[in-house]
Each structure stands twice: as structure tokens, then as C-alpha cells.
């Protein structure tokens, strides 16, 4: 019996062998993996600003842990500029290699060597 044997697909779905959509596919994951660690950071930040804020409360004026609880709620601000702060700089960064398109969308395109013949 004769098996029939499947081409090798691209790994990005919906993409034939021949079309050059994986710049766009590249960019789209890129900027929503960035995203999430965007969001993910925000999310660990505020969590830490609650518990810092819930050991301030139960310090029961206890200068130690007044001095703990100060400093894990400075810490965390200062996480968090230093988070958005490097999120404004990869735009920025972005913006001035001329990868981003209408509405902030991240457009990647890489060289080719030869043109396709129309």
C-alpha cells in the first residue's frame, strides 16, 4: 500500500508556502507578547502596592516593619515608571526605525532580494 505523503506546512496557520505574511505574523506575536508582559507587570505591581499597604495597617506601629512596608510600596512605584517608562522607549524606538504603521500597529517588513515577477 501506497501512503501518501503530507508537504511540510508552515508553522503559522492560514499561511501557504509561497505568500510573505510571516514579518506580519512575527510582529503581531511580538507586540501582543509584549503586551502581556505589560499587563502581567501591572497586575504583579498593584498586588504588591496591597500587601505593602495591608503591612503598613497591621504594623501596629512597629517602626521595623513601618520601614518594610515604605519600602516595598517605593519599590514598587519605582517598578512600575521603570516599567512603563521602558514600554514609551521600545515605541519610541519603534517608531524611529519606522516599524509602526496606522494606529501604533507594529509593521515589520524584511528585505528580499529579488523582486517577484508580477
Known amino acids: 500500500m501506497i501512503f501518501a505523503i503530507n508537504p511540510i506546512q508552515p508553522p503559522i496557520s492560514g499561511m501557504s508556502a509561497g505568500q510573505e505574511k510571516a514579518p506580519q505574523a512575527f510582529a503581531t506575536f511580538f507586540s501582543a507578547l509584549i503586551g502581556f508582559i505589560l499587563f502581567l507587570a501591572t497586575i504583579f505591581t498593584l498586588l504588591q502596592l496591597l500587601l505593602a499597604g495591608f503591612q503598613w495597617i497591621s504594623s501596629g506601629g512597629d517602626k521595623g516593619l513601618l520601614e518594610v512596608a515604605r519600602n516595598r510600596i517605593l519599590n514598587s512605584l519605582i517598578g512600575l515608571i521603570i516599567l512603563f517608562a521602558a514600554w514609551a522607549v521600545f515605541l519610541v524606538i519603534l517608531q524611529f526605525l519606522g516599524l ?8 515589520l517588513s524584511l528585505p528580499t532580494l529579488f523582486k517577484a515577477n508580477p
Do not use: E, L, Q
Not at 509602526?100 to 509593521?107: Q, R, V
Open 100 to 107: 509602526t504603521g496606522a494606529g501604533g500597529s507594529i509593521n
